[in-house]
Each structure stands twice: as structure tokens, then as C-alpha cells.
């Protein structure tokens, strides 16, 4: 319900900015800025269609399990994106419980998709690593990077990613470096039986 507000809400601030645009039509400084004002609200908007839009499980998992899942999703990044992307698995995964599932896909989802539109990375890789007493999941890119500290990165998703690692009981740290790609990595404690 908040969600349709709040985008009813922002899409009526956007008519503002159009009004404000037409009046300003004769200064062209003006004109630019207030155009990059309304493609930053644009873009949060599709960003929260874009959250809103999934499903809370894919059925891909209940098909398929997680490996074959995240395989499919990085092999349709990769070709449709002409990203040059490696998926690798570490060690004996087996079916795990559907939130684990769930959560450890969307946030390889999300990071992919943040990779894509905003990193300009023309490599990533994903790696999924079992430990003894957890699953680890690292997605790295060979992007422009960005400034962890940041605010404006927090609509890059990273927020729902922690939300979604903290609700496991695991954490997500972010590295990167301006120029130099970035990493996310998951980590979730996990007893595997021996």
C-alpha cells in the first residue's frame, strides 16, 4: 500500500517539475538542471517498481534449487548484457531451507542488477563457498566502483540487501574503490551435517 502512495506521490512531484520546466524553457542552465532533477526521481521510481516487481520467491528456485537458479540468472546477465561473468561454486551445496534460498538469490539479483546499471563493469563473477559452518557469497565487478560512505548509494539496494542478511542472521560487507570495481560479500552461518 505505501509503495502505490509513495509512487503516486513522486509522479505528482514529477507533473511539479514538468510545470517548473515549461517556465523555464527560455534559460537553458536552468532547464538542464531541473532535467537531471527529474531523471533522478525517474529513476527512483523505477527502482522501486523495479523492487516491487519481485515476486517474493522465484519459481525458478522451487524448480530448480539455487545452483541451477543462480546459473540460469547470471548465464541470461551475461547474454544479454555482453557482461563476461563466471558463476563458481565452492564445496557441496544442496537444497537449503526456501528464506535461504530466497534471500541469498535476491541479493545476487540485486547486486547483478546494480552491476549492470550502474558499474559499467565489462567483467563480474559470482562465487558461492560452503564452510564448515557457513555459505559465503561474493559477487565482485571490474566496474567504476563507488564511495561506501556514500548516502546516495543507498538506492543502489544495498539497504534490502543488508535487511534481507540481517533477517538470516549473517551480514553483507561492501568494498570498493572509485575506478577499481567493488565487492559485496554475504556470509550466513549455516551447520552443515558432516
Not at 83 to 101: D, H, S, T
Request: glycine content about 6%; overall charge negative; charged content about 20%.
Amino acid at each position: 500500500m505505501g509503495n502505490h502512495y509513495e509512487a503516486g506521490q513522486t509522479l505528482a512531484s514529477m507533473m511539479v517539475g514538468f510545470k517548473v520546466l515549461e517556465n523555464q524553457s527560455n534559460d537553458s542552465q536552468a532547464v538542464v538542471n531541473q532535467c537531471r532533477e527529474l531523471k533522478k526521481i525517474t529513476d527512483g521510481v523505477l527502482e522501486n517498481l523495479h523492487r516491487l516487481s519481485i515476486s517474493p520467491r522465484p519459481a525458478t528456485l522451487d524448480h530448480l534449487g539455487l545452483i541451477p537458479a543462480l546459473r540460469q540468472h547470471t548465464e541470461m546477465i551475461r547474454s544479454q548484457h555482453n557482461l563476461n561473468m563466471q558463476f563458481e561454486v565452492v564445496g557441496e551445496i544442496e537444497r537449503l531451507p526456501n528464506e535461504l534460498e530466497t534471500a541469498i538469490y535476491r541479493i545476487v539479483q540485486e547486486a547483478l542488477t546494480n552491476i549492470v546499471r550502474h558499474a559499467n563493469a565489462s567483467h563480474a563473477d559470482v562465487l558461492l563457498e560452503r564452510n564448515k559452518n557457513s555459505i559465503i557469497v561474493i559477487i565482485e565487478d571490474d566496474g567504476i566502483g563507488f564511495d561506501p560512505k556514500n548516502r546516495e548509494i543507498n538506492h543502489l539496494g544495498l539497504v534490502g540487501m543488508q535487511e534481507r542478511a540481517t533477517m538470516l542472521g549473517g551480514s553483507i560487507t561492501l568494498e570498493s574503490f572509485l575506478h577499481r570495481g567493488s565487492t559485496i560479500k554475504l556470509e550466513v552461518p549455516w551447520q552443515f551435517e558432516s
